[in-house]
C-alpha cells in the first residue's frame, strides 16, 4: 500500500513538474528567480573568499616564479656583464696584439711579445720586468717597443724574464732627431714618465708637436722608431747653448702591458752604471 | 736563525706585493714601503751579529727587484739596523707616535742614501721627505702587522717550549 502512494507522489510530481515547463512561465518565474538569486548570493558570498584565496594562492605562486626567475635573471645579468668584460678586453687586447704584430711587419725583424710582470722597487727608477728572457732569445741591449712607439731597451736578462730600461728613467739615452727638420739630439730620461730632447742648439727650430724619431746612430735602436712629440720649448738662459726641449713618450710609460722585443745580434753599447 | 728567514721571507712577501702591484701603489716618486719599517721592527728585537745578516740578506733582494747600484739597497738597510741598535737604549717605542717619529726618522736616511746613491738627490725634497713621513705614518700599521705575523708564526715553538728570543 506504501508503494503505491509512494509511486503516486512521485508520477504527480513528475506531471507537475513537466506541467510547469509546458505552461506559462510566468506562474514559476518569481520562485525561480527568488531562487536563483538566492543561490546567485550564496555563490557569490562563498566564491568571494575562494577567488581570494585563489587569488592570494596564484600570486604566491606567481611571486615565487617571479623570485626565481629574477635570480635566474641576475645569474644571467652578471655572467653577461662578465662576458662582455671579457670581449671588450679581448677588443683592446686585439687593438694592442694588431699593433704589436705592426711593429714586426714595419721594422722586418724577429720580434719576441712579452707581458710586463713588475716594476722597479724605486719608484724615480722607470725599469720593468717583463716575462721573457735568455731561454727566449732575448739578451741585454736589445729593443724594446710596444704599439705606438718605442719603451726602452733590455738591461738585463735571466733565464724567463728581462729586465727593461724604460726611455724615461734617468738613466737612458737614446740617439734622436726631429722628424720635420733633421735634426739630431739625444733623448734622456726625465723621470715621471717623460723625457727630454737634450744638445738641440738654440738655432734650431723646434715646435711643440713636432714628432721625435730614432737616428739610428746609437747602433742600438734602428732608424725611424718613433719616440714621441715635443710636448714644450723653452730657450733656457743665454748662457746655454742648448734649447729645452720636453718629450712625451709616445707610449704611456706607466701604463704599459705588453711589449715587443726586436731581437737583433748587436752589442749593448754603454753599459748602465 | 729561524728569525733571521721569518723576517727575509717578510720582506720577500712586501718586494713581491709592491713590485707586482706596482705603479697603483706609487705616486709620484714615493710608494707604499714596508720594508724600512720591516728592518725598523727587525732592529728593535734582534741584535748584532746574526741580525745585521738578515738586513743585508734583504737589502741583496731588494737589489734583485730593482736597478738599483748594486749594494746601495744593503748599504742603506744595514745604515738603518746599525742606527736603531746604536739609540736603542736611549728610546722607548711603544706607542704609535712614537713608532712613527723613529721610522720617520730611520727613513730619512734609508731615503738620503738611495737617492744620492742613485744619483737622483734632486729628488730628496720633496719626494725624499714625503716618503720619510708616508712610512713614519704607517709605521703603526705595518709594527701590527708583522708583530700579527711574527707571534702567529712562533706560538707553535712558544707552545713545544722553545725559549722565548730575548736578546734585547
Redesign the interface.
Known sequence: MTAYLVLAVVVFLIFVVVGLRLGSPAAVSPVKYFFVDLTGYLQKGLSGPSRWGKKLWQSYLALQDVELENKALRQEMIQLQKEIGRYREALIANARFKRLLGIKEKVGATVITANV?????????A?I?VDQGRKDGIKPGMVVMSGAGVVGQT?ETSLHFS?I?LLS???SAVAALIQRNRARGIIKGA??GQCYLAYVEKVVDVEVGDRIITSGTDRIFPKGLLIGKVSSVTESSISDLFQEITVTPAVDL??VEEVVVLVTNQPFVES?? | MKRALVVIFFGYVL?LI???L??PF?L????LDGLVPLVAWYGLQHSLPCGILAVLGLGIL?EQ?????EGLYALAYAGEYLMIRYILNHIVCTAAWQQMVLVSFLSIEVVAV??IG???AE?LWP?GFAQALLNGVLAPFWFFVFNKANSAIFSEDLRLGVKKHSEV
Not at chain 1, 118 to 125: Q, S
Not at chain 2, 28 to 31: A, L
Not at chain 2, 65 to 69: D, L, T
Request: glycine share 10%; no cysteine.
Open positions: 710582470v713588475g716594476v722597479d722597487l724605486a719608484p724615480w727608477l725599469t720586468t738591461m729586465k730600461l728613467d734617468y738613466n723621470g715621471k706607466k701604463r748602465r752604471h | 718586494l709592491e713590485t707586482a706596482g705603479f706609487q709620484g716618486q714615493i710608494r731588494s727587484m730593482s736597478a738599483m747600484p738611495l737617492l742613485s744619483g737622483a729628488l719626494w
